[in-house]
């Protein structure tokens, strides 16, 4: 019920792309996704997305996602709304990104392992993942191996959080959210 970081966390997350003002590859919202769990009292898990995701690759190795925060959907209008107010702070953070340097050799095909910079209400931190990379002429997918961990205190968003659980009258909101990916990128 409670969706992070997702933001990212989910989101995030941690899926290599872009940030350059020329970009080679521009993410394709429609066939891109970016998934998060939550726990409430206890025992009920549900899954939610964002549903607008943005991002770039450049020719120079960058890159980087940006989640708009206020495209949450939880599938239930009020839940997504106390989401963005209470936890994301929409008005004064109202996206998630995440940057990325490939470095000289650009993306790469395979199993890898990435180190991207999470930027979630007002925090940065470095989060770890493995991705799968697939590249044709015309289309790089990004897919996580794994799910990536986000942790609501880590981007001070427990106070959010409470206020959740308060107004949704929950016995409790876990604040340790997984988040899965899969982006397309389409060559400009």
Not at 62 to 91: C, G, H, M, Y
Not at 101 to 116: E, N
Not at 139 to 145: A, K
Request: charged letters at 20%.
């Amino acid at each position: 019920m409670f969706k992070n970081t997702i933001p990212l966390l989910l989101a995030f997350s941690s899926s290599l792309f872009c940030s350059a003002v020329q970009a080679d590859w521009t993410l394709n919202n429609e066939q891109s996704s970016l998934n998060f769990a939550t726990a409430k009292n206890i025992t009920v898990s549900e899954v939610h997305h964002f549903k607008t995701l943005s991002g770039e690759i450049s020719d120079d190795g960058k890159a980087s996602l940006v989640v708009s925060l206020a495209s949450v959907d939880t599938a239930n209008p009020i839940r997504d709304e106390r989401l963005e107010k209470q936890v994301f702070e929409i008005a004064t953070y109202p996206n998630a990104t995440v940057s990325l340097d490939l470095g000289a050799d650009g993306v790469k095909a395979g199993l890898q392992k990435v180190t991207a910079t999470l930027s979630l209400h007002g925090v940065e931190k470095e989060i770890v993942t493995e991705v799968f990379v697939e590249q044709s002429d015309k289309s790089i997918q990004v897919t996580s191996v794994a799910p990536i961990v986000i942790i609501a205190p880590d981007f001070g968003l427990e106070k959010g959080v409470e206020e959740l659980r308060v107004l949704a009258a929950l016995k409790s909101i876990n604040v340790m959210v997984p988040a899965t990916f899969r982006l397309v990128y389409d060559k400009q």
